[in-house]
């Protein structure tokens, strides 16, 4: 029975309504529209009035309920949208209560609402909106989050726990703090515990269509995936087949809406499709639980059985090993009692490894995301003083003012400090400042705090070496996380301050900029951090190299741009591997960049792998050396033509001659030239085509070179060369 609630007064009610709703539109307007839209002004001008009327008598608490707001313990009489939609932005981001006191500024509204429109699992990787506020924000408004490991705490034993965290799976997001992703790791990584919390799920879930079990489950999956990826990456691997042993409980209809979820929304946790990489580490003896599980319960084989299967392990032969292990585990059961076991074995043997799955995958499935932003406040002020003096009083501790002091004294504090290790400490905890900053979407304030730290660092030598340890960890914190969305905004003295900064810190800094260079979109972004990454040269290389053996196709393939755009011949062996790496893309970048190279070393390694590769890899090969027409392939070309066998590569030998026709230069008549007196007695059709080839190309290039080479060869040379030479010269008139 639902807890009984004292009401609101008719007044309180609609002025609360009237709050939620101002708020609304103020959200819509500063997410649709930039800063100066006249929306934001009138939108914001309106919640201002509201809220100073709120806290006229004294500090406004919301306390945030399921789909309600309470003041006072008192919820309005009737349901308000407004008031419901207030409510579910504040619980996504685990707002517990929200108190409101007199002097909230406009920049301070804006703050947190831009705190409560990101992602939730974006906010609580930062640490959670908690501890955001307490960087961003300031006294005017108190938070105070929700503690769910503490309310875990509250009741003791496993089966409570496991309880809370089930609820908090069926709900749309897992609104888990670190505390309970805590608890949930734990209990993933001890098999007894893991089993507990999938019976719990199956029993809370029995009588709910199969989507909600798959839901639940993808949340635990995708909120650990999330969890670990950032706190311990290395530790992914484990848990991710971990959990997949906790999915050989799934039925048969179960793992088909799992496994439809792969490359869908839902499923991805940032660039990772956790389905996808769970399916994978799956262990022969949770793919064997679930055959075994799937036959007992429903007495022999089904064709969603043989789906799953068939998507789970698509090679014959591990089919049939797997099968192996299962038959005398179904032996074993009750279904051996039931019927002839050795024909319902052949029955599930038939089915499940003839079954053709080509109809299963689908992409049908899709989920919209929305944010919304909004700012307001002022304070209305009653006194007997002009409104211009008490203005004046209240800007000087207003949010905003109170921020600006903790800058400006951080600032003072590195320049005035002379001791070096007190400096030391001065400096890390600007750099923690820095992070934080960044973390809530003050970029400019955190390049200006880190910029400090470079510069005092510089003015001293004592201080030189301990500045450059203090920014190192910078490249390995928050600023270069989120850095790439903030360029997508920044004006171009923001940029060149970021530029220099990550000079300052040298080139510890290469590699995460490369992954978050690797993970964005925008392109202007993505310019800027090409532009900033090239500037390392020599030293950048070094740090991009460690990149080649990335677990991301991604990250790898934005290594193999960034060794092209360093140029020169160091780094090319790195490129080696991934001529034949098993993403295309990454393929087709190392290629690039070893054909763009010029060099006759990054020929010979492209020639040597043109000629060791097979399948796939040799296949885009050759598709990439054939249809390329850059002009910086060129010396690529020409190497080609003099060294690359035409009986086994006739196509890139032809497509080589036909690009130096439309390249031109002296080196490439000189191939050409080569290429024309070049035969095979023993091939003469080939030859024939090769020698036409390279003749049309000289005529193509009508240069003097190229005239004279094509004069000389009509009279000099085997009968084939004189009569292509003389075809094409005919042509020319």
Not at 375 to 402: F, M, N, Q
Not at 617 to 625: D, F, H, M, S, V
Not at 716 to 721: E, S
Request: hydrophobic share 45%; proline share 4%.
């Amino acid at each position: 029975m639902a807890e009984a609630r004292a009401t609101l007064d008719a007044d309180m009610a609609f002025r609360l309504a009237e709050f939620a709703r101002a708020c609304k539109a103020a959200l819509r307007a500063v997410s649709l529209y930039p800063g100066g839209h006249p929306a934001i002004g009138s939108t914001l001008g309106r919640l201002t009035e509201l809220t100073a009327g709120l806290t006229a008598a004294g500090p406004f608490a919301l306390e945030v309920r399921p789909q309600a707001i309470l003041v006072g313990d008192a919820a309005p009489a009737k349901p308000d949208s407004a008031i419901v939609e207030l409510s579910d932005v504040l619980r996504r981001q685990l707002v517990g209560r929200l108190t409101l006191n007199s002097g909230v500024d406009a920049e301070s509204w804006r703050t947190l609402l831009l705190l409560l429109s990101r992602p939730p699992e974006d906010v609580r990787a930062d640490g959670g909106i908690g501890r955001l506020w307490s960087t961003a924000g300031g006294p005017s408004m108190e938070i105070l989050e929700i503690d769910y490991a503490e309310v875990l705490r509250e009741k003791q034993g496993d089966a409570e726990a496991i309880e809370r965290l089930v609820t908090a799976a069926l709900s749309p997001q897992l609104e888990l703090d670190d505390s309970g992703m805590r608890l949930l790791l734990e209990i993933v990584g001890d098999p007894a515990r893991l089993t507990a919390l999938m019976q719990e799920l199956e029993k809370r879930t029995e009588n709910s269509p199969g989507a909600v079990r798959v839901g639940a489950f993808l949340n635990l999956l995708r909120g650990l995936a999330e969890y670990v990826g950032r706190t311990n990456p290395a530790q992914l691997d484990q848990t991710l087949r971990q959990v997949g042993n906790a999915a050989g409980r799934l039925t048969a209809d179960g793992m088909l809406e799992l496994l439809l979820r792969r490359q869908q929304p839902e499923a991805m946790a940032g660039n990772v499709d956790v389905v996808s990489a769970m399916v994978h580490r799956m262990s022969d003896g949770a793919i064997t639980e679930f055959v075994v599980g799937s036959v007992v319960n429903e007495r022999g084989p089904t064709d969603r059985l043989a789906q799953a299967f068939h998507a789970l392990v698509p090679d014959n032969d591990r089919q049939r090993q797997l099968l192996a292990l299962a038959e005398p585990q179904v032996a074993a059961s009750e279904v051996w009692q039931e019927t002839a076991f050795q024909e319902l074995w052949e029955r599930v043997e038939a089915m499940l490894t003839s079954y053709s799955d080509e109809k299963f995958v689908s992409d049908a499935y899709a989920r919209e995301l929305s944010g919304a932003r909004a700012r307001a406040i002022d304070v209305e002020a009653a006194s007997d003083d002009p409104p211009e003096r008490i203005a004046t009083w209240l800007g000087t501790v207003a949010d905003s003012a109170l921020r600006q002091l903790d800058l400006q004294l951080l600032v003072d504090l590195l320049r005035i400090e002379e001791d070096s290790a007190r400096w030391r400490d001065v400096a890390e905890t600007v750099v923690v400042h820095a992070e934080d900053l960044v973390r809530v979407g003050y970029f400019s304030p955190a390049l200006q705090l880190a910029e400090a730290v470079a510069v005092e660092g510089d003015r001293l030598p004592s201080r030189a070496g301990l500045a450059t340890t203090v920014l190192e960890r910078l490249a390995r914190g928050n600023l270069l996380k989120h850095v790439a969305r903030q360029l997508r905004t920044a004006d171009d003295a923001e940029y060149e301050r970021f530029s220099r900064l990550s000079r300052a810190i040298g080139p510890a800094v290469v590699a995460p900029l490369a992954e978050t260079l690797s993970l964005e979109q925008d392109a202007r972004s993505r310019r800027r951090l090409r532009d900033i990454l090239v500037q390392f040269g020599a030293a950048g290389r070094e740090a991009v190299q460690q990149l080649m053996n990335a677990a991301n196709w991604e990250v790898r393939r934005t290594a193999a741009f960034l060794l092209r755009e360093f140029g020169g011949v160091e780094g090319l062996k790195e490129l080696q591997p991934l001529l034949t790496d098993t993403e295309p893309l990454v393929q087709r970048e190392a290629i690039q960049a070893l054909v763009l190279n010029g060099t006759d070393a990054a020929a010979q390694i492209l020639l040597q792998a043109l000629t060791t590769a097979s399948g796939r890899p040799r296949a885009t090969l050759i598709g990439e050396l054939s249809s390329m027409k850059d002009e910086r392939a060129a010396p690529l070309f020409c190497y080609l033509v003099r060294h690359l066998d035409r009986k086994t590569f006739p196509a890139v030998y032809l497509g080589a001659i036909d690009a130096l026709g439309s390249f031109g230069g002296p080196d490439a008549v000189e191939a050409l030239k080569e290429a024309l007196h070049r035969g095979d007695w023993l091939a003469p059709m080939r030859t024939r085509r090769t020698r036409a080839a390279a003749a049309q190309a000289l005529r193509r290039i009508g240069d003097t070179a190229a005239v004279a080479a094509l004069r000389e060869s009509s009279s000099r040379g085997p009968r084939g060369v004189r009569s292509a030479a003389k075809a094409e010269l005919k042509k020319l008139g």
